[in-house]
């Protein structure tokens, strides 16, 4: 998109924009043309970060620009254009979406399921066309929700949701929120006036996870899938809540083109559909990219070749693709190969293995959480989803049970898109014998008895007798988890056996087990539960952050607890914040900041964490020299190591000061790579963070690894 020569232009022009107050504007004429040099680098360093993820500004540079503008406008309405970079959230959309017609029909595309199917689809594009070789282009297949942009005269005027093909629905002040559709393109410099792209909106899985952590925290149903999530995104009613989905868009077809007289360019000045996505991706959309995700097949066995590629590393892909898209590269052939009804010709999905499957309801059980939630769970006939064999799955809530109409006995339609848990996507209604039963919810808790109660604003029935045995039990086996206080041996179900001897009825009570009496009990030797004891005794010198963890406070996770571990030097501090303290911290919220209070405000809670500390657990933070060696320091771990786990690896990190995270950003200082690296590796590599092998992580830590993890590492 940018020439060298241009993008240092627009360096030297950012840095002197920097300079500029909007005080330093004298009048409407000097306002305007800083203006246009702003929304001129906004518009790069946008292409920088969100095409290229590769930014040259800092996020502090890019908001003194994007706010300088944002005050010219406010003082200079009549200066606003609609391409302006400020114009991407507007104030709000009406009830109901209005359709439009796009320029031209929005077909599916025929699928083909093996190797045979895509060579029958190249016998019948060598009879239509006459020609003995065809060249085809061969790109992922991304499951998202489709859209249609449309340009005039380099300006996006229209995006639509693809509807029935011929009419969508026009969501363009919510599109206008994902910034890797470009507001402005210079089309006219390749002829073209008006132009209509086809593409489809996605939400990276790193995103789609934690989305779907925050809504099984507020006690709202998961989306099924990342294609799910980004469809429901883009039906909000409001562009600001749609802008914090970070939806992306990318483009992978142009539908329409013709010139200032109206002339059709496809086929002619647009020739070949592989440069036709170099131009897009020249201009700043977000494409498959061209040598690395789109590639040019000679013929039918370098397609199946690439597909077979591709299904292979579909996991590791940041974005949910469900296959391949096989399109002839000459566009010219399209008016001759024509299409049906439903699809074109001169193209075809080779679709990779099903992630979804039917299966049978056979019974409904209620679990109690750690937090009081009820929820239901479905225990389903044995079923194989992309190579995991599911046999239950969660049905959220009582909602959810009448929204969807689930009844025991019920043949179900099952997902498991990438790393989420198993969904219900609907009930197969039309496979009812008349013998299927109704679900009923209970009204008491199915561990205690106490009434269950459904708090103002929750979707979710709670048992709220704190001493409720299964909330006891997962309290308990929480706190010994691997994201907590990492107890081996410890599991839910030692935890349910030590309760029922009663060795355990409190979290306290871990660092009083009568190991005498455990080397009794049948499966426990000398061994086992010296091991045991061990695990325990390493537990209480863990990073306070991992106690904050264990404690179960409602909406705190592991990168909450981080957060507040940064800020404090002993847990028990925390007793004398208040909410507007909390509030000030990264990523706290009103809600979550209420449940830390409301949970170092009860006085049972403070005991116990004294109690810990009297019984040998760390709550505060030690003032070691060597425990500051990586402090500020952010690392993300890739692919195996052999010294260690990645768990093990990241516990030292944070030992010694510094954070880890899962996935790679511009944040990110250091990403240590070990055998068979996944998808962080080239992000890594696109954004210019510093990349390190095993051996000189190891070099970094070895001097300064704490005593309790020496004997888990391999130096």
Request: glycine share 6%; proline share 5%.
């Amino acid at each position: 998109m940018y020439t060298p020569e241009k993008e240092r232009e627009l360096i030297e022009k950012t840095k002197k924009l920097l300079k500029i107050s909007i005080e330093d504007i004298k009048n409407k004429e000097e306002a305007e043309k800083i203006a246009q040099e702003l929304r001129e680098v906004i518009r790069y360093h946008d292409w920088r970060y969100y095409v290229l993820a590769n930014p040259v500004i800092s996020d502090y540079e890019y908001d003194k620009l994007f706010h300088l503008l944002k005050d010219i406008e406010k003082k200079w309405p009549e200066l606003i254009t609609p391409d302006s970079p400020t114009q991407r959230v507007a104030s709000g959309l009406t009830k109901e979406f209005p359709e439009v017609r796009h320029l031209a029909p929005m077909l599916s595309l025929d699928n083909s399921y093996n190797e045979e199917d895509l060579r029958d689809f190249d016998r019948r594009v060598k009879e239509l066309t006459g020609l003995s070789h065809v060249e085809y282009a061969v790109e992922p297949k991304f499951d998202g929700a489709g859209i249609s942009l449309v340009y005039e005269d380099n300006v996006f005027i229209r995006g639509a949701t693809r509807g029935d093909g011929i009419v969508g629905e026009d969501i363009t002040p919510n599109l206008k929120t994902i910034k890797t559709i470009p507001l402005t393109a210079d089309f006219k410099r390749f002829g073209i006036k008006t132009i209509e792209i086809r593409g489809e909106v996605l939400m990276n899985k790193e995103v789609f996870k934690k989305l779907n952590e925050e809504r099984l925290e507020e006690g709202l149903p998961p989306f099924a899938n990342p294609r799910n999530a980004a469809a429901g995104s883009l039906r909000l009613q409001n562009p600001k809540e749609v802008a914090k989905r970070k939806l992306e868009a990318f483009v992978y077809q142009i539908t329409y083109a013709v010139d200032e007289k109206g002339e059709n360019l496809l086929g002619s000045k647009i020739r070949y559909h592989y440069d036709a996505i170099k131009m897009l991706y020249s201009l700043g959309f977000r494409t498959p990219i061209p040598e690395k995700e789109i590639k040019l097949c000679k013929d039918i066995d370098e397609v199946i070749n690439y597909c077979k590629e591709w299904e292979e590393k579909r996991d590791s892909y940041p974005y949910e693709i469900d296959g391949m898209v096989i399109k002839v590269n000459d566009i010219s052939l399209y008016s001759k190969l024509g299409m049906t009804s439903h699809h074109p010709r001169w193209a075809i999905a080779y679709k990779f293995r099903a992630k979804q499957a039917t299966t049978r309801i056979i019974d409904v059980v209620f679990q109690v959480g750690r937090t009081g939630a009820v929820t239901p769970v479905a225990k389903l006939e044995p079923v194989e989803i992309g190579g995991v064999t599911v046999s239950s799955v969660s049905l959220i809530n009582e909602d959810f049970i009448r929204e969807k109409d689930i009844r025991i006995g019920d043949m179900v339609l099952v997902e498991r898109a990438g790393d989420v848990i198993p969904y219900i996507v609907k009930v197969i209604k039309e496979a009812r014998t008349g013998k299927e039963k109704p679900i009923v919810f209970p009204k008491n808790c199915p561990s205690c008895g106490s009434p269950l109660v459904k708090l103002p604003g929750e979707a979710v029935w709670r048992c709220v007798n704190a001493n409720c045995p299964a909330q006891v039990i997962e309290r308990i086996a929480y706190f010994a988890s691997k994201d907590a206080m990492d107890i081996r041996g410890l599991g839910l179900n030692t935890v349910k056996k030590f309760y029922k001897l009663g060795f355990l009825k409190r979290i306290p009570d871990i660092y009083r087990l009568p190991y005498e009496k455990i080397k009794q009990l049948e499966g426990w030797g000398e061994k086992s539960v010296e091991n045991l004891r061990k695990a325990i005794e390493e537990s209480k010198n863990r990073p306070i952050h991992r106690l904050i963890t264990g404690l179960s406070i409602r909406y705190v996770g592991k990168v909450t607890a981080r957060t507040l571990a940064e800020h404090i030097k002993c847990v028990e501090d925390l007793k004398d914040w208040s909410v507007e303290d909390l509030e000030k911290l990264p990523d706290i919220g009103y809600v979550v900041a209420h449940s830390i209070y409301d949970f170092f405000h009860n006085e049972e809670n403070v005991k116990m964490i004294y109690e810990l500390k009297e019984l040998g657990v760390r709550t505060c933070k030690e003032e070691k020299a060597e425990e500051n060696v990586l402090q500020g320091k952010t690392f993300v771990f890739t692919g195996t190591l052999s010294c260690c786990s990645r768990d093990v690896a990241q516990e030292i990190v944070e030992a010694l000061g510094g954070k880890t995270t899962n996935s790679v950003s511009k944040k990110t200082d250091f990403l240590v790579v070990g055998e068979n690296p996944g998808s962080k590796l080239k992000k890594a590599q696109n954004l210019g963070i510093r990349i390190i092998d095993e051996k000189e992580f190891l070099e970094m830590i070895k001097n300064h690894i704490p005593d309790i993890l020496k004997d888990k590492i391999k130096i």
